[in-house]
């Protein structure tokens, strides 16, 4: 048998509607606030897609006009070699001339070294060129303590603050 309260409890609608009504309230508030949210990220991935689209479509536009340049630029070469003396480019509308050599009314002599050079086989050449690096490398730290200029700017040393090494460095801290 039921005490009078507890029937009281279970037939009366507004002693529990209350506490329902707020979860209720929440509930719908939550579920509002994440439909808002995913209406965002809907928003933002559309935009995403619109941006990524028209960047797509420039980098299409950018190949074919540099594609069609070149075309321009080859036929010139192949087909007026010899117009190009005192024509300008497509390009830039830079002035040609027939070829990229120095106008010198004699011969280029190339020094004996260079012609040895020259005569090495392939895998010589790189390890020579390789050690020149190195070496190279190895002067300029030994000699770096002589400066170009005078400016503090072109000195070597570290911030106290930061410890960056380069003079115009943004400061870290």
């Known amino acids: ?46 935009s995403l897609r619109e941006a990524n689209h028209k960047s797509r479509k420039l980098a299409l536009e950018l190949h074919k006009e540099r594609k069609k340049r070149q075309e321009e630029g080859c036929s010139n070469d192949n087909n007026n070699s010899d117009s190009n003396m005192g024509g300008t480019c497509p390009r830039c509308n830079s002035s040609l001339s027939g070829s990229n050599e120095p106008q010198h009314k004699g011969e280029w002599e190339v020094h004996p070294d260079c012609k040895e050079f020259m005569k090495l086989e392939d895998h ?31 000195s070597y040393g570290k911030w106290s603050c930061c410890g960056q090494e380069e003079y115009k460095a943004e400061c870290t801290k």
């Open 1 to 46: 048998m039921l005490l009078t309260e507890e029937r009281t409890y279970y037939d009366d609608t507004n002693g529990t509607s209350n506490a329902d009504e707020t979860t209720n309230a929440n509930n719908q508030f939550l579920v509002e606030e994440i439909s808002a949210q995913q209406a965002h990220i809907d928003r933002l991935q559309k």
């Open 124 to 154: 010589l050449k790189d390890n020579l060129r390789n050690e020149k690096q190195k070496r190279l490398n190895e002067v300029r730290s030994q000699m770096k303590f002589i400066l170009d200029t005078d400016d503090i700017e072109d």
